[in-house]
């Protein structure tokens, strides 16, 4: 089976388990999912369709030197999407029923020992003063820029410019991971909003200092501003839109960032400081935002590269070469 194909098939069962979840534990759904598809696009993400549409003709462009006929092309790229566009609603329909299984406990255990781990300080203010929050907000487009772009693209790219099937099957894991297993599985396990929202659930004035910074950084006339409100706007007003979802740990942002970081570092020894850079970036940003504690990051670079690993050394010993090998030397004993 084709990876376009598995991706494309395991992105519509996931979509549909999260809709019966979903509909289970709440009401609305069919509603909350009309009113996303039917509301007018934001204009600001006319960047993303246009790297869209360059990625897509990148992509036909090696199917056909791959010996594809144009429709098969045609046909694969639209899969690719199409699981895309499924894999995501799935994680959404799943993420905004999450608070119905499992309601916010696990914020002031993190924010403990996020503090502990840094010598009793918030990653926040210690991020905050080594580079100060001029340089952080300008840093703070690549968040929902960059990233964006990356983190609905990334298995078109796959598409596009590798021709090891093992390879992109792989990292379609891994990119399905960096959603289902941080975003849903483990984030419902530690179910919290992360520092930015914690005194508005908690009703406590723990993070009033970070408040304080953010306003006086200017963090509320960005982007970044304006989708924190939104997603408050969205979980007060009790609506669960496409995107909308409040859950700290573990980080996507993070886990996506390092998805594509261990990629390019195994393709080419030129990309990979960019990637980790890049990486890095999106850790920082993640923590100074308030979007997440620090651990949730670390978390999340842990387990995917630990997944990395296993399914790197995994591939290895299915390999036609080394299972031929073993079968020599079982036969020689």
């Not at 960096?178 to 914690?198: C, D, Q």
Request: hydrophobic share 55%; net charge neutral.
């Amino acid at each position: 089976m084709i990876p376009a194909f598995s991706f494309f098939v395991f992105g519509i069962a996931y979509a549909l388990a999260s809709f019966v979840i979903a509909v289970l534990l709440r009401d609305g759904v069919v509603r909350d999912m009309l009113s996303t598809m039917t509301a007018d696009p934001d204009v600001s993400l006319w960047y993303v369709a246009v790297i869209a549409v360059l990625v897509s003709l990148w992509a036909m462009r090696a199917e056909a030197r791959r010996g594809v006929g144009t429709g098969r092309a045609v046909g694969n790229v639209l899969m690719v999407y199409a699981a895309i566009f499924a894999l995501h609603l799935g994680f959404t329909l799943f993420k905004t029923t999450m608070p119905q299984i499992v309601p916010y406990y696990a914020d002031p255990y993190l924010a403990r020992f996020d503090a502990w781990l840094h010598g009793h300080v918030d990653a926040w203010a210690v991020i905050n003063r080594a580079f100060g929050s001029e340089t952080m907000l300008r840093l703070a487009p690549l968040y929902h820029g960059p990233w964006l772009v990356v983190a609905f693209l990334f298995p078109v790219v796959l598409v596009a410019c590798d021709d090891d099937h093992a390879r992109v099957r792989r990292y379609l894991v891994l990119y399905c991971a960096s959603w289902i297993v941080i975003g849903n599985v483990l984030a419902l396990g530690g179910m919290s909003v992360g520092p930015v929202f914690y005194d508005r659930i908690y009703g406590s004035d723990r993070f009033a200092s970070l408040t304080s910074m953010l306003s006086f950084a200017g963090v509320g006339d960005t982007t970044m501003g304006a989708l924190q409100d939104y997603l408050w706007e969205m979980y007060s007003a009790g609506q669960r839109s496409f995107g909308a979802g409040i859950s700290a740990f573990a980080s996507v942002h993070v886990s996506v960032a390092t998805v594509v970081a261990l990629y390019c570092g195994e393709r080419s020894t030129l990309l990979a400081f960019p990637a980790a850079l890049f990486c890095g970036l999106i850790l920082l940003l993640s923590i100074w935002s308030g979007y997440h504690y620090a651990v949730d990051g670390y978390f999340s670079i842990g387990v995917m590269s630990l997944l990395w690993m296993y399914l790197r050394r995994r591939s290895r010993t299915s390999e036609p070469g080394t299972a031929n090998a073993v079968l020599l030397q079982v036969r020689k004993d």
